[in-house]
Every structure is written in structure tokens, then in C-alpha cells.
């Protein structure tokens, strides 16, 4: 509900317009204003809302929710209106019309504020009512650049509190609605729309963070079926070396072009069949089969890193969920959905493999699998930069971005000590010990597997996972 020419009248009587100089204009949003004005009794702030069910102005006293970069009218008030002094605020006619008049040297500047839902603008004018410009350009209304701007105004039948006259009812009466008399009118009706935008926007994190974590499990779940059903193939690795070895044993039977190899099964008597390749002889059919043994073999180990990191994912998302049902801090569900990462100027968004998290001002990074420990070690890291993993288990790399000039705090330790944990093979015993070091002390490992480094100069850290701190970093969390 938007106010009523009585209300818009009530808040004009309360707020000292009248010798308020224009420090700075601002615009929190696409639909709303802010000056920010002093006088002698102390700096104060207009805020001033077009949107179609909650037009308004009213002082500000508590930062507004969202904050975007300069428009093109703010800047074209910086350059007319700041630094100017008020003369008054007016609502002439009672129409929901406020009139503001300033001066700024030797020039006399009107700024109109029209308080009519959907129909509502902000236009700056000179004495004579020639449209500078417009918070909102509609040529069909002539409210643009060059035109004149007359609003009709009603005939005034009554005076009023803060204007000179206000106007006629229409057949309708309208009344101030009831607020505690403790209090203002213009800090009620703040706080009146401040519950309810904060509401409205709650409920669109909570409905955008929904979606997200649908589609972010539905993704995990079909990837971790995948993997699952991979892994009981991969399960079963030591058949594929029994076939090589039956194959080798039977090989002064076998002749290049066999389909297959038949033969009794020495332990069990029955009959077993194994498939040959036609085009290759008896020996490469035996390396064949050796080869899918040992790819079994290593990709098990892999598979498992990968299910458990996967397994890790959806825990955190039904985290996530745990907390959307109970948080009531709007900068903690915003913190929870993952943004997408702004894109450089002419060229694609910068992305940083694995996990991202914030520890009193320090980013620390976290690899879940192989590929990402090798790919933030070798691109996203440097020198001076905190590096630690588990002991004794296999797990996450886990960095500590440095700082220049300041320390790593010990809480930010425990903090990467505790992901280190949670994303390593130790997570269900819940404690372990690491090593940890900087970045320009590793030395990859010829000839190892992927991402697998060699430490010097490292220092102990025994580590016991502590479920508070884990659900704080989740707040921070980003896959970025």
C-alpha cells in the first residue's frame, strides 16, 4: 500500500526540509533515491521508492538492502542539485505530488517527486518547468528532456501540516494510518516496508536457493550413479588378470584369429568361455586383458575419491537445506547461492577449480579430486601461499591465499585444517594429524600420480573436526 496524499503531507511536516543542504546523491536500486542532506542540527538522508505497490519517501536510518553503480540521473543530479540548499517541500494540491525547490549559486531548480504507483517518476526542472531529465524517460507522457513539465494539481480545499494546501478528497476520505505515537511517522512507514521488503526478498533467495540446490543434487545424483555403477565393473578387477593368465596358459592352443578360448575351469570343473579379439594373437589377447586389470585396479581408488567427494557435495547441500529452514539473516541465504563469477572485461569469467571459502578476510581454495589439486597448484596458487593435506589419508588440497604483510590467524588455520579433514579419507574417524607449508616448499613427484607433490620444511598440525566451524565456512562456501 503507497501513501495517501495525508501521510505523504504528515512525513513533509516532520522532516526538516526547509535550509537542508544536498551533500550526495545515491541510488540504491532501479526504483529508488537517497539524498543525503545536512543542516544544522545534524546530517539526515531522504529516501524516495517509485516501485508500483510501495511508493514513498520517508527518512533513512538503516542502509538500504541492494547498492548498484551510478545511473544516468543520479550523475545528472550530482552535477545540478549537489551542493545546493533546500528552500522547501511542498505538496501542492494535496495530488501526491512533492515539490522541492533548490538553489545552487545564482539557479533556482525544481525536483518533482510523483507518487502514483505504477505512474510515479522523479523529473528535475528549472523555474520554468522545462525537463532537464527524468528518473524514468517516457516520451508518450512527455517526460523527457525539453518538454515542460505542468502537473495538474487539484483545487486545495483544507490546510495542511506540511504543505500550504492540500486537495480535494474526490468523494474519498483518506486518513493517516495508525503508527505508535512513540515514534515519528516517517520512521514507522521505514520500518512499515523495510519488514516487508526484507520478507519479499527472503523469499526470493529462499525460492532462487531452491532451485539451485535442485538442480545442484539432481547433477550430483546422476553423476554419483554413474560413478557407482563404474565401480562395481571396476570391482571385479582381478577377473580381468585371471582371463590373461588362463589365456598365457592355454596359449600353444590358441592360434591368431580365435574368437574365443573354451576351457574347463580347474577349480569349479565347469566350462568357461573367454572372448578373443580375432585380429590379435593369443599373447597381445593376454596384454589386452592385463591392461584392463591394471586400469581397473588404479581407477577403483579413483572412483572411490570421486564418490566420496560427491557423497561430501550432497551432504553440504542437505546443510544447506538444514539452514534455509531456520536462518533469518538475509546476507547469510544470499551467502549461500552460488553467483556466478563476473566476467573480465572482453573476455570469459575467471574461475578457479574446486571450492572457495572465506576465513576472517583470507580465501582459502580447496581441490576435491586429483585433477583439481594439480590444476590450483599449478595456476591458482603462489609462492608464499598455505598449503596443507593429511596425513597418512588421501584427501583435498587444501590453500590458505596469502596476505601481504599479515600472518595467517591461527582460527583461519584450524578453519582450512578442519575442510582438510573433512574432504580426506580421515572424515569418518573425524580427527587427523596434517603437514602443512608454503607453496614455493613443494616439489612434485616425477613419475607419480597426478597432483602428488614432495614437501620440505613443513610443520604438524593434529586436527579434530568440529561440526560449528564447518557449518560457519558453509556459509562462505562457493563453487567457483
Same mark, same amino acid.
Given at each position: 500500500?503507497?501513501?495517501?496524499?495525508?501521510?505523504?503531507?504528515?512525513?513533509?511536516?516532520? @522532516?526538516?526540509?526547509?535550509?537542508?543542504?544536498?551533500?550526495?546523491?545515491?541510488?540504491?536500486? +532501479?526504483?529508488?533515491?537517497?539524498?543525503?542532506? =545536512? %543542516?544544522?542540527?545534524?546530517?539526515?538522508?531522504? =529516501?524516495?521508492?517509485?516501485?508500483?505497490?510501495?511508493?514513498?519517501?520517508?527518512?533513512?536510518?538503516?542502509?538500504?538492502?541492494?547498492?548498484?553503480?551510478?545511473?544516468?540521473?543520479?550523475?545528472?543530479?550530482?552535477?545540478?542539485?549537489? #551542493? #545546493?540548499?533546500?528552500?522547501?517541500?511542498? %505538496?501542492? #494540491?494535496?495530488? /501526491?505530488?512533492?515539490?522541492?525547490?533548490?538553489?545552487?549559486?545564482?539557479?533556482?531548480?525544481?525536483?518533482?517527486?510523483?507518487?502514483?504507483?505504477?505512474?510515479?517518476?522523479?523529473?528535475?526542472? !528549472?523555474?520554468?518547468?522545462?525537463?532537464?531529465?527524468?528518473? *524514468?524517460?517516457?516520451?508518450?507522457?512527455?517526460?523527457?528532456?525539453?518538454?515542460?513539465?505542468?502537473?495538474?494539481? =487539484?483545487?486545495?480545499?483544507? &490546510?495542511?501540516?506540511?504543505?500550504?494546501?492540500?486537495?480535494?478528497?474526490? #468523494?474519498?476520505?483518506?486518513?493517516?494510518?495508525?503508527?505508535?505515537?512513540?515514534?515519528? +511517522?516517517?520512521?514507522?512507514?521505514?520500518?512499515?516496508? $523495510?519488514? /516487508?521488503?526484507?520478507?519479499?526478498?527472503?523469499?526470493?533467495?529462499?525460492?532462487?536457493l531452491e532451485k539451485q540446490l535442485n538442480t545442484q543434487e539432481t547433477k550430483l545424483h546422476s553423476r554419483l550413479s554413474i560413478l557407482i555403477k563404474k565401480k562395481e565393473e571396476y570391482s571385479n578387477f582381478e577377473q580381468w588378470k585371471t582371463q590373461g593368465d588362463l589365456i598365457l596358459s592355454h596359449i600353444t592352443e590358441l592360434r591368431k584369429g580365435d574368437p574365443i578360448l573354451s576351457i574347463s575351469d580347474p577349480h569349479t570343473g565347469k566350462s568357461r568361455v573367454i572372448p578373443l579379439s580375432p585380429t590379435l594373437s593369443p599373447a597381445e589377447n593376454a596384454e589386452t586383458y592385463y591392461r584392463k586389470?591394471?586400469?581397473?585396479?588404479?581407477?577403483?581408488?579413483? @572412483?572411490?575419491?570421486?564418490?566420496?567427494?560427491?557423497?561430501?557435495?550432497?551432504?553440504?547441500?542437505?546443510?544447506?537445506?538444514?539452514?534455509?529452514?531456520?536462518?533469518?539473516?538475509?546476507?547469510?541465504?544470499?551467502?549461500?547461492?552460488? $553467483?556466478?563469477?563476473?566476467?573480465?572485461?572482453?573476455?570469459?569469467?575467471?574461475?578457479?577449480?574446486?571450492?572457495?571459502?572465506?576465513?576472517?578476510?583470507?580465501?582459502?581454495?580447496?581441490? $576435491?579430486?586429483?585433477?583439481?589439486?594439480?590444476?590450483?597448484? $599449478?595456476?591458482?596458487?603462489?609462492?608464499? !601461499?598455505?598449503?596443507?593435506?593429511?596425513?597418512?589419508?588421501?584427501?583435498? =588440497?587444501?590453500?590458505?591465499?596469502?596476505?601481504?604483510?599479515?600472518?595467517?590467524?591461527?582460527?583461519?588455520?584450524?578453519?582450512?585444517?578442519?575442510?582438510?579433514?573433512?574432504?580426506?579419507?580421515?572424515? &569418518?574417524?573425524?580427527?587427523? !594429524?596434517?603437514?602443512?607449508?608454503?607453496?614455493? *616448499?613443494?616439489?612434485?613427484?616425477?613419475?607419480?600420480?597426478?597432483?602428488?607433490? @614432495?614437501?620440505?620444511?613443513?610443520?604438524?598440525?593434529?586436527?579434530?573436526?568440529? &561440526?560449528?566451524?564447518?557449518?560457519? @565456512?558453509? *556459509?562462505?562456501?562457493?563453487?567457483?
Amino acid at each position: 500500500m503507497s501513501l495517501n496524499w495525508k501521510e505523504i503531507d504528515l512525513i513533509l511536516w516532520e @522532516l526538516p526540509f526547509s535550509g537542508s543542504r544536498i551533500q550526495e546523491i545515491r541510488q540504491p536500486d +532501479f526504483k529508488s533515491l537517497v539524498l543525503e542532506l =545536512y %543542516q544544522p542540527k545534524g546530517p539526515w538522508k531522504l =529516501y524516495v521508492n517509485l516501485s508500483a505497490t510501495a511508493c514513498r519517501l520517508h527518512r533513512l536510518t538503516q542502509k538500504p538492502l541492494s547498492s548498484i553503480k551510478p545511473q544516468r540521473f543520479m550523475e545528472l543530479l550530482r552535477s545540478r542539485i549537489r #551542493g #545546493g540548499r533546500i528552500l522547501e517541500a511542498t %505538496q501542492p #494540491g494535496g495530488n /501526491r505530488i512533492v515539490r522541492i525547490e533548490v538553489l545552487r549559486g545564482e539557479e533556482r531548480l525544481i525536483l518533482w517527486i510523483r507518487l502514483w504507483g505504477p505512474a510515479s517518476n522523479i523529473l528535475l526542472t !528549472d523555474e520554468k518547468g522545462t525537463i532537464l531529465d527524468a528518473f *524514468y524517460r517516457r516520451p508518450k507522457q512527455k517526460e523527457v528532456s525539453g518538454e515542460i513539465y505542468a502537473p495538474v494539481l =487539484y483545487p486545495a480545499i483544507q &490546510e495542511g501540516l506540511g504543505s500550504k494546501s492540500l486537495s480535494h478528497t474526490l #468523494g474519498k476520505v483518506y486518513e493517516v494510518r495508525p503508527y505508535p505515537k512513540e515514534q515519528s +511517522f516517517s520512521d514507522y512507514i521505514e520500518q512499515y516496508y $523495510r519488514i /516487508r521488503e526484507e520478507e519479499e526478498q527472503r523469499k526470493k533467495l529462499i525460492a532462487d536457493l531452491e532451485k539451485q540446490l535442485n538442480t545442484q543434487e539432481t547433477k550430483l545424483h546422476s553423476r554419483l550413479s554413474i560413478l557407482i555403477k563404474k565401480k562395481e565393473e571396476y570391482s571385479n578387477f582381478e577377473q580381468w588378470k585371471t582371463q590373461g593368465d588362463l589365456i598365457l596358459s592355454h596359449i600353444t592352443e590358441l592360434r591368431k584369429g580365435d574368437p574365443i578360448l573354451s576351457i574347463s575351469d580347474p577349480h569349479t570343473g565347469k566350462s568357461r568361455v573367454i572372448p578373443l579379439s580375432p585380429t590379435l594373437s593369443p599373447a597381445e589377447n593376454a596384454e589386452t586383458y592385463y591392461r584392463k586389470y591394471k586400469k581397473a585396479k588404479a581407477g577403483l581408488q579413483i @572412483l572411490e575419491d570421486e564418490i566420496r567427494s560427491m557423497e561430501g557435495q550432497l551432504k553440504q547441500l542437505e546443510m544447506k537445506r538444514a539452514l534455509l529452514r531456520t536462518e533469518k539473516d538475509l546476507k547469510v541465504i544470499a551467502s549461500l547461492l552460488n $553467483r556466478p563469477t563476473p566476467k573480465k572485461k572482453g573476455g570469459l569469467p575467471e574461475t578457479t577449480p574446486g571450492l572457495s571459502f572465506t576465513s576472517q578476510d583470507f580465501t582459502i581454495l580447496v581441490g $576435491r579430486t586429483a585433477q583439481e589439486n594439480d590444476e590450483l597448484l $599449478r595456476h591458482h596458487v603462489k609462492g608464499n !601461499d598455505l598449503w596443507l593435506h593429511t596425513r597418512d589419508y588421501p584427501g583435498a =588440497y587444501v590453500f590458505i591465499r596469502a596476505k601481504p604483510g599479515k600472518s595467517v590467524p591461527l582460527e583461519t588455520l584450524l578453519d582450512a585444517g578442519n575442510l582438510a579433514v573433512f574432504y580426506s579419507k580421515a572424515r &569418518e574417524s573425524g580427527h587427523a !594429524d596434517l603437514y602443512y607449508t608454503q607453496v614455493k *616448499y613443494l616439489r612434485r613427484a616425477k613419475g607419480a600420480k597426478l597432483g602428488t607433490v @614432495l614437501p620440505t620444511q613443513e610443520k604438524n598440525l593434529s586436527v579434530k573436526l568440529e &561440526e560449528h566451524r564447518l557449518q560457519r @565456512l558453509l *556459509y562462505t562456501e562457493s563453487e567457483t
